[in-house]
């Protein structure tokens, strides 16, 4: 299922949102800069690769610094392609805008960041030997997508439901289209952990520990009612 578009239309221009977007191009546009060969050398690198932390003996081999921490952050930023990074881009645009509008833009940025690193950690602790670099904003656009469900949970997301060629478009209540997509995360995740190690390409608990973390900060970072009353009528 593909989010289209919501029905709450944003006050403020999401600035925020805006450099965000800009920042994952930007590093994409690095990543393709980089040679062929050299590619995964620069994903060990920059990517979180859980084993990294986890055994040092391996990370010594593959010449990486397990004192390091910056792929916490850094693989936030980073996507395995075209389309990773567009239908990344895309759900962050659909949900982060109201969300930065409620929070106010410093507060949105530091809520991103702190999500990304939760999600981080959360792959690290379920995937702790996993030798695969994992990438991409998913997790951190979860943390958006749990803000979006306290914030908005009655708001009507326009959603693309494909069956086979056949494109279907309903209008699905936010908390309907957001709490069946953490479902989704939630059984995919258990069902990796049955796994080999090392096996899978999607960052499932990521995901889930983004949302975790967004649920715990979301209420502390809502702006007053009164103060959001000021911003809309252009007082601020």
């Not at 029905?7 to 191009?25: D, F, G, K, M």
């Not at 930007?26 to 986890?54: I, K, M, N, T």
């Not at 309903?170 to 479902?183: D, G, H, R, T």
Request: hydrophobic share 55%; aromatic share 18%.
């Amino acid at each position: 299922m593909l989010p289209l578009a919501d029905n709450i239309p944003n006050r403020e221009s999401p600035r925020v949102l805006w450099v965000l977007i800009l920042a994952n191009i930007l590093a994409f546009g690095l990543q393709l800069s980089v040679p062929g060969p050299a590619a995964e050398a620069f994903f060990q690198e920059f990517g979180l690769v859980p084993a990294r932390y986890s055994n040092p003996a391996w990370a010594s081999l593959h010449d990486l610094n397990p004192s390091d921490y910056s792929p916490f952050l850094l693989n936030a930023f980073l996507h395995g392609g075209w389309f990773h990074l567009l239908f990344n881009m895309w759900t962050l645009w659909i949900f982060g805008p109201n969300v930065e509008d409620d929070m106010g833009h410093g507060r949105f940025l530091v809520f991103y960041v702190v999500a990304a690193l939760a999600a981080s950690y959360a792959h690290y602790f379920f995937n702790a030997y996993s030798t695969m670099p994992a990438v991409g904003a998913s997790g951190a656009i979860a943390g958006v997508m749990a803000a979006y469900l306290i914030y908005f949970p009655r708001a009507r997301i326009l959603t693309l439901f494909p069956v086979f060629i056949i494109p279907f478009f309903f209008n699905v209540p936010a908390y309907v289209f957001i709490l069946a997509w953490f479902v989704i995360q939630v059984f995919s995740g258990s069902l990796a952990l049955l796994q080999p190690i090392g096996e899978g390409g999607v960052a499932w608990w990521a995901h889930i520990g983004g949302f975790a973390a967004g649920l715990l900060m979301a209420p502390f970072l809502r702006k007053a009612p009164a103060l959001r009353m000021r911003l809309q009528e252009g007082g601020w």
